[in-house]
């Protein structure tokens, strides 16, 4: 396929096209300029530097290449990207490549199906029909499909169905126990692989979108060497639930999240099965953990102790000040001097400070499970009912082997 590389940043004092067309050259994409086959275009995103030349180029390579469409045909696209949205459910990102879908069609995703009950454009704008080349968030999924996956329109929904089925993967079977019990955490692996007692480390893996599901995946296995395997024994999407919890005691797996949270029981289950449940918010922390682990050198780390947990029951907008969060504590309590995340639908949507605590209309420096309180969050408006406010504390402590 050929490929147009846009350079982006330019409008920096530092940048350095240069450099990038030196590394990309390394990888085979020689520049027009230097007597290849590739169209380089320097842009900037913020000037608007270069983006008409860029276009040009992107539509001239569609002329050369003779690329068309049919918009009279059933509709076939690829899914960008899936996600779990609250109160929507399964959202799919396609690109419509083919053809023409229409709201009401059946479809089918990987080993998804459907009927599209709703389709916007880039820009939120609802589509009755969508044509080649245009890219839409569909909804009416079932379940979510791999970022990846080819999405056509069929012509009924039973149809649709038993495609789908048919191209279900067939799972892998009951997860293997290690006898004898194996790593319940990062730090007992390390202990296991020195005494040389382990060969495998088996991980359940969750995050927030399909895209970092599929990233974080891909790097964790490649991290596998002679002496130690990384096995990813389940991915989802959404927030970490009580059966990934006990899928992960059965194996004797630790829980990996990527921007998500435990949620209802997970943690108390995983806290009773004895399950490691770590979250991280940048895909290369995970990563890093993991290697360290696997090399025995994991470094000393910042763990969140909890404090308390609260639900949104009200919301209330005051002038100047923003949305005041109106809120019953559900357990510990929530301590004005400590960090808080908000979270929805067991996905965090915002990490930061409290901004204020309040007791009735008196401010107040913790409030204990039982009770009611307002909550503002510092810099951060878009409070839900139904949302869970965390409070925690951050602890240093060794790694102990």
Excluded at 288 to 311: I, R, S, Y
Excluded at 339 to 351: H, M, N, P
Excluded at 372 to 393: A, S, T
Aim: net charge negative; with cysteine; proline share 4%.
């Amino acid at each position: 396929v050929p490929l147009v590389v846009a350079i982006n940043k330019m409008d920096r004092a530092d940048a350095r096209p240069d450099t990038v067309k030196n590394e990309l050259a390394a990888l085979g994409l020689q520049p027009e300029d230097w007597g290849g086959e590739t169209i380089f275009v320097p842009c900037s995103a913020i000037t608007g530097e270069g983006i008409d030349e860029l276009l040009d180029n992107v539509l001239l390579q569609a002329d050369m290449l003779e690329l068309k469409a049919n918009p009279n045909i059933p509709a076939e696209g690829v899914v960008l990207e899936a996600y779990l949205d609250r109160g929507r459910g399964p959202v799919a990102n396609v690109l419509v490549r083919d053809g023409t879908l229409e709201a009401g069609d059946s479809v089918v995703a990987g080993g998804s199906w459907g009927r599209v009950r709703a389709m916007t454009d880039d820009r939120g704008k609802q589509l009755k029909k969508a044509g080649p080349a245009t890219p839409i968030e569909v909804l009416g999924l079932a379940e979510l499909p791999a970022a990846g996956d080819l999405f056509y329109q069929v012509t009924d929904q039973r149809k649709a169905q038993s495609v789908a089925e048919s191209r279900r993967r067939p799972s892998g079977g009951a997860p293997v126990v290690i006898p004898g019990g194996g790593p319940r955490g990062l730090d007992q692996f390390q202990e296991l692989m020195q005494r040389g007692d382990v060969q495998e480390l088996r991980l359940v893996v969750k995050a927030d979108v399909q895209g970092s599901l599929e990233a974080l995946h891909g790097s964790l296995t490649d991290l596998s060497t002679e002496k130690v395997k990384v096995a990813v024994i389940h991915t989802g999407v959404g927030g970490i639930t009580e059966n990934d919890v006990m899928l992960a005691s059965a194996s004797n797996a630790i829980v990996l999240g990527f921007n998500v949270r435990p949620q209802g029981k997970a943690s108390s289950t995983a806290k009773k099965e004895g399950v490691e449940v770590r979250t991280y918010s940048v895909i290369y922390e995970a990563i890093d953990e993991v290697k360290a682990a696997m090399k025995g050198l994991l470094a000393p780390a910042f763990v969140e102790k909890e404090l308390g947990k609260a639900e949104v029951r009200q919301t209330f907008g005051i002038p100047k000040v923003g949305t005041i969060a109106g809120c019953m504590v559900l357990e510990g309590k929530i301590v004005r001097s400590a960090k808080a995340r908000l979270v929805r639908d067991g996905v965090v949507v915002w990490q930061g400070m409290l901004g204020s605590l309040r007791r009735f209309k008196e401010d107040t420096k913790d409030v204990q499970a039982g009770m009611e309180c307002g909550i503002g969050l510092q810099g951060f408006n878009d409070v839900k009912e139904n949302d869970i406010i965390e409070c925690f504390e951050e602890e240093q402590v060794e790694a102990t082997l």
